[in-house]
């Protein structure tokens, strides 16, 4: 009730041509995301469900060998990246939360403190190195391209 209340209080200062209530759907989940095409996605542990504009469920994915998802990013509705930290693991799926291909180990990748992983419009990722504390970013050849200097010397500089 309490999460209700906020938002209704933050949507309240908006401007009403802003934003624009559709109706209301009753969902657990600990992530919440809505896409530039009205879907919502309701993330809860280890399961992803899907709503349409319509606020009609129409579509889901789970997987249990992986652990919890820690992250979605839905920048692009038709190639969603998740992020399973407890397994190092990331995986793309297209708009009806089918795998686009397998469980990709960022361990292979001699990524294994990665902290933060997001989807690059060029099709491949960021991740943010925690161990080295660099931002790195792979093509969609899992090829590392770019690299940047430590943020924490950048840091120390200022």
């Not at 309490?2 to 992530?31: A, C, K």
């Not at 403190?113 to 060029?122: F, H, K, Y």
């Not at 792979?138 to 770019?146: E, G």
Request: hydrophobic share 40%; charged share 20%; net charge negative.
């Amino acid at each position: 009730m309490h999460i209700l209340i906020s938002i209704f209080i933050f949507l309240s200062g908006m401007m009403l041509t802003d934003f624009q209530f559709t109706g209301l759907v009753e969902v657990n989940g600990n992530i919440f995301r809505s896409d530039p095409m009205g879907n919502v996605y309701v993330v809860n542990e280890n399961n992803l469900v899907k709503y349409n504009a319509d606020r009609h469920r129409s579509a889901d994915y789970t997987n249990s060998h992986l652990g919890r998802i820690h992250s979605i990013d839905i920048s692009d509705p038709l190639r969603i990246l998740l992020y399973f930290k407890d397994h190092n693991q990331i995986l793309w799926l297209d708009n009806y939360l089918s795998e686009i291909r397998s469980p990709l180990s960022l361990d292979e990748l001699g990524l294994d403190q990665a902290v933060l992983v997001c989807a690059s419009s060029q099709g491949g990722f960021w991740i943010f190195d925690g161990l080295n504390e660099e931002l790195k970013y792979y093509d969609a050849q899992l090829q590392p391209v770019h690299r940047s200097m430590s943020l924490n010397a950048v840091a120390q500089q200022y």
